[in-house]
């Protein structure tokens, strides 16, 4: 598809467990980000890549979370030890050079900490 | 604090109607504004923006004010349409890498 494609759509885990989310940004987008949307919040900024650097990750909650996008296109979203309060939708969006804010976002992954 | 404030959650509105949605942010940084919209199990989709060297910018139904002194910003939907029922995410920006959005509204454009 043309779209932003994020994997798994829908992980359940346990308190403590390791848990990796995929993020594949539209073709020929330079610029990707992560957004974490709580219940009855809007999506809240995490971590900005623009090709292989992460240019902003001052969303990054604490050295849990760790984000990596190697070849410049597809990215993941790492959380260590995972927690109840890490149960989120986790959101990936992309754009064509990261300067108007008119993002692509894709479907999310929806995690739960049990 | 939230500096992206949206305090109505819900709105409904009638077909054919207008639907208003405000939004109200307190960083003076910002500089460039943007809507959602979010259909359930979907991410969201860009709509509209405005710059703020411009105090409105229209696209098609969907019309945005910006009301930079009273740091204020509004979309009009008119007519409203039942397709646009959808939660609404206002967003502002003061550089390229992230936006702050609201908590959003809900708007239900009823028959």
Redesign the interface.
Known sequence: GAG?SQTPSNKVTEKGKYVELRCDPISGHT?L?W?RQSL??????LI?FQGTGA??D??LPNDRFFAVRPEGSVSTLKIQRTERGDSAVY?C?SSHQ???????????SRLTVL | DQQVKQNSPSLSVQEGRISILNCDYTNSMFDYFLWYKKYPAEGPTFLISISSIKDKNEDGRFTVFLNKSAKHLSLHIVPSQPGDSAVYFCAATGTASKLTFGTGTRLQVTL
């Open positions: 932003v610029a980000y957004y009855g919040q809007g999506p809240e900024f900005y240019a902003d001052s969303g959101l969006a990261g300067d108007t804010g008119e993002l692509f976002f894709g479907e999310g």
